[in-house]
């Protein structure tokens, strides 16, 4: 093996295992020399053992892992991984079942093989080697042993430079020097000039870089490849050039001999020989394209930098269009982009060279704007959707000098999504293709799906494929591309609107673009859609910054309508476009008391069928049909969510319809619950999946599910149907809380776990447990004080860099709700004040299900904005102003608000859905010790006040009658409407 070898030695693996797994790491002699021995039990279950070992050497672009295999036992994965300095960035490669050899193996692994895994470097090629690991993950399962030995990495660089040759060369101008950077000039009466490069041996290449003397060649040029130098394949053809600089693309190319053929007489180039990375993928091609131009003239995820996105659409529609913070707008899912850059005074600005400011209208409406802002101008991106689905794109360029503006706004089309390669999933995310481009002076068609139309004409347009170069480097001299028609056969066509106008001084001129399916009815001057008319504006309301936090929730409620498909809630607009019923239970939890019942009826109607026959529940739906992995809260979260809609909107005709899937729900969960009345391990937590375990969540939504169950069978007068559910949910709920407490004495446990098997710390889990049921009486709670307790000193190390966290999730901010119903008013506002600060970006109101410390590292985060996380904003937030004890049939109210809320009009609640009807209130502080509450509404329950008091409560009065005062801190309201003086001492 050519290059330099690195030996992994003997000493320093540590052994790492998940679960009940175990591992144990030795040293053994064998007929290969010294050998790891990595002696391994996964108990009866499954997960993974890890060992690993710290190899601190920089990477070369073309390396190889090898090494020796033997062993015993069933058949598992084993996984290579490199790990960088950071720990946080992993390359692997996965070796599927297999089979131990009972006699030494050879592995070498190439570089080529071994594909990103996860970490927020975007999937760049590895660096600097931090660790190696090595990992059985459990297939089988059960145990064994294996012995690695002559582990080396080793560096697969060519010895030998390679060679060139050409059909001809000015003197001091041959072959090699294309080589060597001054570059190859053919003779001026050569017709077709070629150069030939001989790598000396094959050799894996990734593509071409050519670097033209002066401007690529018109006619185009191919680029031919041969292992021996007599039979020749073409594996490129430009057949029009443009540029000073082209891009070949070779995925996998194996090859000695490079030819680069010009097809006209030429003034020669300089090339450079790209090693595999260059194209392991189309997005790492990019990567390197943008890597070598002018930053701002690509986007800035080619740069490998985060950018926040934000939808587009309306409360009805099938899918939403998206903007980032830079103001690129994505026109559909997975399609090309939309991106201006501005023509003043001679110089090209791009995105690169602006401050960019987000905003919403009216600061919650679901219409972004990012704000470019020049020395003395800024152009205002502003997108919309129309009453019928139209985007519209609006370029407002304010002119802030004392003197008339002439400007040249260029709205560049091309084949980028607005969510990087690192959000991928299935066509979603990264680059698109971009074949055919049509002009006609009045729309463009692009690959005749998508017309866009300027409503006024443009000064001019032009397209141009992707051999022709990148269309700004033609813009940053003013001029436009020339064709109005192209065909690109590599799929990635580019075009250009250009709008000259002059704006006079403090004044604004504005462009626009309207987007639609080209076989979509054009309708002039079509109305935007009226999103104040859809949401319920005025519900909430509070001095200072309670305004914020209201804001949020109203675009957190849009984002929940926008983000469906139809029917169907899906929990993102991009990465998450897939209905999961754990996320639609939750956003359908908030559209209810936000008062959009339909729509939780539509999703209910389309979920339910995809019931199995056995009653089973699919943890997932989308268009190529349910997802079946097991998830056992899905079964009570369907049950739950039907009960919902009924006890929110008493529609007993949706009811008896679907009464059929609650009954095979309600069988299905009596038919898994297992000999200790808990249901079986599943992986409804993501981290669950290389183990799956008895979860908890689980059975708290099948618990759930089976009361709700027991309640509506008695609405429909089916009375055994009702009795069964009790008695099953009695058993279930006697198993879960003596099996919580089993787990929590046999492993020392001062909080409430997440699993039997794990014992795991996830306060989001048990915050949801107290969504679920207030505070069970079957949960200890001094261990529920104690969870959350731990939690906000976790939170509160992090937050303040004690402890280093790269991310969190803003799952957390349910947590928020919790708190509320626990009586921690306090802390549940110190979480409320730093999750609205971290909002992504802050003016957008939204949050990504991972939030990165680093705002712009290259790292996955689900989906932006992940409208399951705006649910439970939206949850979190109502619990501030009321929430219900439905056990005690009470509503709690002003739980959560906060004192300075009160100043001035002081909290105002109108028309609220609650589960004992509308809710109407008003608190203020009349002076420093005395608050009065005007209740305006008939609710059906009695009402508890806990108002945000600083001292302790010292008389109340309800209609100018004394009332009793409990825990310090609450009155009791039996009868409604209602005045309450509240006095503190």
């Not at 391994?40 to 295999?69: C, E, I, N, T």
């Not at 930053?295 to 009805?316: D, K, M, N, V, Y």
């Not at 020049?374 to 609006?394: K, S």
Request: overall charge neutral; charged content about 20%; proline content about 6%.
């Amino acid at each position: 093996m050519a290059g330099t070898a690195v030996s992994v030695p003997l000493t320093e693996w540590q052994p790492t295992a998940s679960g009940n797994a175990q591992l144990r790491l030795t040293t053994a002699a064998s007929a290969a020399g010294p050998a790891l021995q990595m002696d391994f039990d996964f108990k009866g279950g499954k997960g993974f053992v890890v060992a690993r070992h710290p190899v601190d050497r920089s990477m070369p672009a073309d390396y190889a892992v090898q090494f020796r295999l033997r062993g015993r036992g069933a058949i598992n994965n084993l996984e290579l991984k490199l790990i960088d300095p950071s720990g946080q960035n992993v390359w692997r490669y996965v070796i599927k079942d297999l089979r131990l050899p009972p006699r030494w193996k050879r592995f070498v692994v190439q570089s080529r093989d071994i594909e990103f895994a996860w970490g927020p470097s975007s999937g760049a090629a590895i660096a600097q080697l931090g660790f190696i690991e090595l990992a059985i993950v459990a297939g089988e399962g059960g145990a064994g042993s294996v012995l690695i030995a002559g582990l080396e990495v080793c560096d697969l660089t060519p010895l030998r430079p390679p060679t060139a040759d050409s059909s001809s060369a000015q003197p001091g101008y041959e072959a090699a020097q294309a080589l060597l950077g001054r570059g190859w000039r053919p003779r001026s009466e050569d017709p077709k000039p070629w150069i030939t490069v001989d790598c000396t041996a094959p050799r894996s290449l990734g593509g071409l870089i050519v670097d033209w003397l002066e401007e690529a060649p018109a006619n185009g040029f191919r680029v031919r490849a041969s292992l021996a130098g007599k039979r020749w394949k073409t594996v490129h053809t430009a057949a029009h050039g443009g540029g000073k600089r082209s891009y070949v693309y070779l995925p996998g190319l194996r090859t000695r001999f490079v030819r680069l053929e010009i097809e006209s007489p030429c003034a020669g180039a300089s090339l450079k020989l790209e090693p595999f990375e260059f194209s392991r993928s189309i997005e790492a091609f990019w990567y390197a394209v943008a890597a070598a131009e002018t930053r701002g003239w690509h986007p800035r995820w080619l740069h490998r930098e985060q950018s926040e996105w934000t939808p587009i659409g309306t409360s009805h529609g099938t899918e939403c269009a998206l903007m980032n913070t830079d103001g690129m707008v994505e026109v559909r899912k997975a399609s090309f982009s939309l991106e201006p850059m501005l023509l003043v005074g001679g110089r090209l600005f791009t995105w690169a060279d602006v401050e960019a400011k987000q905003s919403l209208a009216d600061r919650w409406v679901p219409v972004p704007t990012a704000a470019w802002q020049g020395r003395d101008w800024r152009l205002c991106i502003v997108a919309e959707a129309t009453v019928g689905g139209t985007l519209r794109v609006r370029y407002r360029l304010e002119n802030r000098s004392q003197g008339a503006m002439a400007v040249r706004l260029f709205v560049l089309l091309r084949p980028f999504q607005v969510t990087p390669p690192w959000q991928s999933f299935r066509d979603v995310g990264g680059v698109s293709r971009m074949q055919h481009l049509v002009w006609d002076a009045q729309s463009l068609r692009v690959d005749d799906r998508t017309c866009i139309s300027p409503t006024s004409a443009p000064s001019g347009f032009g397209a141009t494929t992707f051999d022709e170069g990148p269309p700004a480097a033609s813009l940053v001299t003013g001029r436009l591309p020339g064709r109005s028609e192209v065909q690109d056969p590599f799929g990635f066509a580019s075009g250009v609107f250009e709008f000259a106008f002059s704006v006079e001084p403090q004044r604004s001129g504005e462009r626009i673009l309207e987007c639609r399916p080209c076989e979509a009815q054009v309708l002039p001057n079509e109305a935007a859609f009226d999103w104040k008319s859809r949401i319920q504006v005025e519900q909430w309301s509070g001095n200072g910054w309670c305004t914020s936090a209201v804001e949020a929730a109203l675009t957190a409620t849009s984002h929940i309508l926008i983000t469906r498909s139809g029917a169907a809630l899906q929990p993102g607009p991009r990465r998450y476009t897939r209905s999961w019923i754990r996320d639609g239970a939750m956003m359908s939890a908030a559209l209810l008391r936000m008062g959009h019942a339909e729509e939780v009826a539509e999703f209910i109607r389309w979920y339910a069928p995809y019931q199995r026959a056995d009653g089973f529940v699919p943890c997932c739906v989308d268009s190529q049909g349910p997802d079946w992995l097991v998830e056992h809260d899905s079964h009570g979260e369907l049950i739950a969510l039907i009960a919902d809609h009924y006890r929110f909107t008493g529609d007993k005709t949706l009811l008896e319809e679907i009464w059929i899937f609650i009954e095979r729900a309600v069988r299905c969960i009596e038919s898994l619950v297992e000999e200790d009345g808990l249901l079986p391990i599943s992986v409804s937590h993501e981290g669950y999946l290389a183990q799956p375990v008895h979860s908890y969540w689980d059975d708290f939504w099948a618990l759930r599910g089976l009361r709700d169950a027991s309640d509506l069978a008695r609405v429909l007068g089916r009375n055994e149907a009702a009795a069964q559910s009790t008695a099953l949910a009695a058993r279930l709920e006697r198993s879960l809380f003596a099996s919580i407490e089993s787990t929590r004495a046999r492993r020392g446990l001062d909080f409430i776990p997440g699993s039997v098997e794990w014992a795991d710390f996830d306060p989001t889990a048990t915050a949801n447990a107290i969504y679920l049921f207030d505070v069970p009486d079957g949960l200890d709670r001094t261990a529920v004080d104690r969870t959350f307790d731990k939690y906000l000193a976790d939170w509160r190390a992090k937050r303040s860099g004690e402890v280093v966290a790269a991310n969190y999730t803003p799952y957390e901010i349910r947590i928020i709700g919790a708190l509320v119903r626990l009586g921690r008013r306090e802390a549940a506002l110190e979480l409320l004040r730093f999750f609205l600060s971290d909002r992504r970006p802050p003016p957008w109101n939204q949050w990504p299900e991972i939030a990165w410390r680093d705002h712009h590292a290259p790292a996955h985060v689900g989906d932006l904005p992940h409208t399951w996380i705006a649910a439970e904003y939206v949850l979190a937030v109502r619990s501030l102003f009321a929430y219900e004890i439905e056990a005690r049939r009470t509503l709690v109210l002003a739980a959560g608000l906060s004192p300075e809320w009160l100043e001035g009009e002081g909290v105002e609640v109108k028309g609220m859905p609650t589960l004992y009807g509308p809710l109407s209130y008003s608190l203020r502080r009349i002076d420093a010790r005395t608050l009065r509450f005007a209740i305006a509404t008939k609710i059906d329950a009695p009402l508890i006040l806990r108002p945000p008091l600083g001292s302790p409560l010292r008389s109340a009065l309800v209609n100018g009658t004394a009332a009793a005062i409990t825990a310090g801190d609450s009155v009791t309201v039996t009868h409604t409407p209602a005045e309450v003086i509240c006095a503190v001492t």
